[in-house]
């Protein structure tokens, strides 16, 4: 196979490596990345099979749970966008975060997460790591006080959403690494807000990032993906031989649409962050509206550490409706352009009321304390013009 542009020495903009690194030509020199569907490799003799199977090199697979082409041009172009040394790519952004997070920790284990987390992600911690006997201690992610008191000499991991889902606090990635590093845990975080186009994890301090694919890198709602990304020894030391006897693999023709959605990664982050930008500050003083929340906005609880550590406030705002959940489902049901939904990222705008769908789940007392008041909405931008958008908002919330 011939390469591309991925073992050249110069270093390359985003744009150009969200292109073209990982490109893997086979003999037919196609121009868009071939899609190898195929679950496993021949070998041109016994001997070559057994020298695989003692060491594959880089261009050397022996069975699609291990590896495929496709499967590596996706790991190797989001490695280079996120300035990581190597990637594993999954078949669900949870695949990613339990992969992550079973595969390097066991019994009598210490770990300690951030409390607003991903509905999934706080299952994970709360109900299966613990089962295993790994102690979880659970803290506000804002208040680093809470971080310093829990994180302890034995703790091994620490585990956060940079910002978190739906009520968009953003944590100071610096300062936790900081103390999880002067105790020798490893810092995980889940970056799907922040997107790796705002946010270098890695540069912050982080030392894995983890995204679910399905979200911006795909972006336009067509497959489940996720990727864990670090140094190669923990990639392929610690993640792969637990991926790849587990089963959470990616799956080629996956790994193909995300190449894809790489490709327009950088054009369509941006453009989405213009937007809600646009709609957070156009509805930031709205009379039907409790609360508007947006990273991006100076009267965000967290919009110093937000500039600090991001190229803008994100793709996704929240709108507190005063009139609790009769007003707030009165909005949903008359916004025109704005589809109801729970995924995030995509091209189309979508809605989302968590209180009654993804964080229907919790009792009560953990949705106040979370903030997941029954008026508050999530709106997640996608592509369309950014002034259709707020005139839908605008429109529905005459009917609040
Ligand atoms: C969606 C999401 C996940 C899970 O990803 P899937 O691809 O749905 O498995 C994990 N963390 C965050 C923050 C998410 O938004």
Known sequence: MADDLRRTSTPRATRTNLVHAGTRR?????VSEAIFLTQGFVYDSAEQAEARFIKAGDDEFIYARYGNPTVAMFEERIATLEGAEDAFATASGMAAVSGALMSMLAAGDHVVSSRALFGSCLYVLEEVLTRFGVEV??????????????????????????ISNPTLEVIDISAVSDLAHAVGATVLVDNVFATPILQRSLDLGADVVIYSATKHIDGQGRVLGGVI????????????PYMKHTGGSMSPFTAWLLLKGLETLDLRVRAQTATADHLARGLEAHPKLARVLYPGLTAHPQAATAAAQMEGGGTVLSIDVAGGQEAAFR?????QIFTISNNLGDAKSIVTHPATTTHQRLPDDQK????????????????EDMNDLLADLQAALDTA
């Open 26 to 30: 086979s003999q037919y020199g196609e």
């Open 137 to 162: 201690t659970f803290v506000d992610g804002t208040d680093l006080d809470q971080w310093r008191a829990a994180i302890r000499p034995d703790t091994k991991a620490v585990f956060l959403e940079a």
């Open 229 to 240: 990304l670090g140094t190669r020894d923990f990639i392929r030391g610690t993640v792969e």
């Open 331 to 335: 909005v949903l049901n008359a916004l």
């Open 368 to 383: 106040d304390a979370l903030g997941i008041t029954p008026g508050l909405i999530r709106l997640s931008c996608g592509l």
